[in-house]
């Protein structure tokens, strides 16, 4: 990775892309020294890929294959030589609902990170914040990870905390979650894009 040229970032979602939104403003506006180079999604229809073409980003729909909850070895070649050819430093995901595999994780070792509605290592998995209310918890809020082979259980960039209210809903608690998370998340890969920082066993510093 070179010292002055922005940092490309390759984007996977599968869903609405309000995490992607955020980073991409926060890039455009020069907050963060980063260049979002590609969007992938493995949902013909998601709202990530029109936030990405309304903003001139590359975007495309790849099918993942025949499984649920991850790709395909076929797939997951497609998916890795697309970001390879679009010169992606920095995978992001951003609501992405597939759990990446060796393959994916040796391609782009230690340049994998995504963003989980919990304070890992609290209700890793799915529906973190539903989670969350049904355990009672009265804080919880949002993690940057690095990405590894277990689930939401990679080193930790950065965390932000969110009050549980009374009168929650898993909807509203998991609304306040987003807004934690459109803060966040740009702010990490602020400090990846530094390229700063460094990893001493579990504990990311810098
Ligand atoms: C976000 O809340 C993100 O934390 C969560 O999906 C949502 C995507 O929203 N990710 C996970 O649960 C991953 N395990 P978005 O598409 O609006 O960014």
Same mark, same amino acid.
């Given at each position: 990775m070179s010292e002055t040229t922005p940092l490309r970032l390759g984007i996977l979602g599968s869903g609405r892309g309000s995490n992607f939104v955020a980073v991409a403003d926060a890039c455009a506006a020069g907050a963060v020294k980063a260049q979002p180079c590609l969007v992938l999604s493995d949902v013909e229809n998601a709202g990530i890929l029109g936030h990405a073409r309304t903003r001139q980003i590359p975007a495309r729909h790849i099918p993942p294959g025949k499984f649920r909850t991850r =790709?395909?070895?076929?797939?997951?070649q497609v998916w890795i030589h697309e970001l390879q050819q679009a010169g992606v430093e920095l995978v992001v995901l951003a609501g992405f609902m597939r759990v990446l595999k060796g393959n994916f994780l040796n391609a782009f070792a230690g340049r994998i990170v995504n963003i989980h509605p919990s304070l890992l290592p609290s209700f890793p998995g799915l529906e973190a914040w539903k989670q969350a209310l049904d355990y009672g918890v009265k804080v919880t809020g949002c993690t940057v990870h690095f990405v590894d082979s277990g689930i939401d259980s990679g080193p930790i960039i950065g965390q932000q905390s969110v009050p549980v209210l009374d009168g929650d809903t %898993?909807? !509203? =608690?998991h609304e306040r979650i987003q807004l %934690?998370?459109?803060? =966040?998340?740009?702010?990490? &890969? %602020? /400090? =990846? %894009? !530094? +390229? !700063?920082? +460094?990893?001493?066993? +579990? /504990? &990311?510093?810098?």
């Open positions: =790709l395909d070895d076929e797939a997951e %898993a909807e !509203s =608690l %934690a998370e459109h803060e =966040l998340y740009p702010l990490c &890969v %602020a /400090r =990846l %894009a !530094s +390229r !700063s920082m +460094r990893i001493q066993g +579990r /504990r &990311v510093i810098g």
